[in-house]
Nanobody, 124 residues
Framework: QVQLVESGGGLVQAGGSLRLSCAAS????????MGWFRQAPGKEREFVAA????????DYANSVKGRFTISRDNAKNTVSLQMNSLKPEDTAVYYC?????????????????WGQGTQVTVSS
């Protein structure tokens, strides 16, 4: 099992930046691809970004490309999401997730472990 704990959420004005972090414990962190998802009130959980186990492969939702950057540090068992040029539509609870598969996935049902989430609110 893998335990995931997100941090770094908060309230920010449009155009601002936030950096989310996810700390993992349990099985070897480097065995998992990691993803970030978000869920706004009344909406389905949606893909934001993913990074493969080595950090060499990354994928982003079109809505965040060029603004968000995912990274991981296998020595520290952490994955981060740097969010720049934030927009009110980025407001959501952000979740990190771990996937044991070899391929990167963008659908929530492919991920095996989830954190509790951290709230990001972007004011206009």
């Amino acid at each position: 099992q893998v335990q995931l704990v997100e941090s770094g959420g908060g309230l920010v004005q449009a155009g601002g930046s936030l950096r989310l972090s996810c700390a993992a414990s349990g099985r070897p962190f480097s065995a998992y691809n990691m993803g970030w998802f978000r869920q706004a009130p009344g909406k389905e959980r949606e893909f934001v970004a993913a990074v493969n186990w080595a950090g060499s492969g990354k994928d982003y939702a079109n809505s965040v490309k060029g603004r968000f950057t995912i990274s991981r540090d296998n020595a520290k068992n952490t994955v981060s999401l740097q969010m720049n040029s934030l927009k009110p539509e980025d407001t959501a609870v952000y979740y990190c997730a771990a996937d044991r598969d070899l391929l990167l996935h963008s659908t929530p049902d492919r991920y095996d472990y989830w954190g509790q989430g951290t709230q990001v609110t972007v004011s206009s």
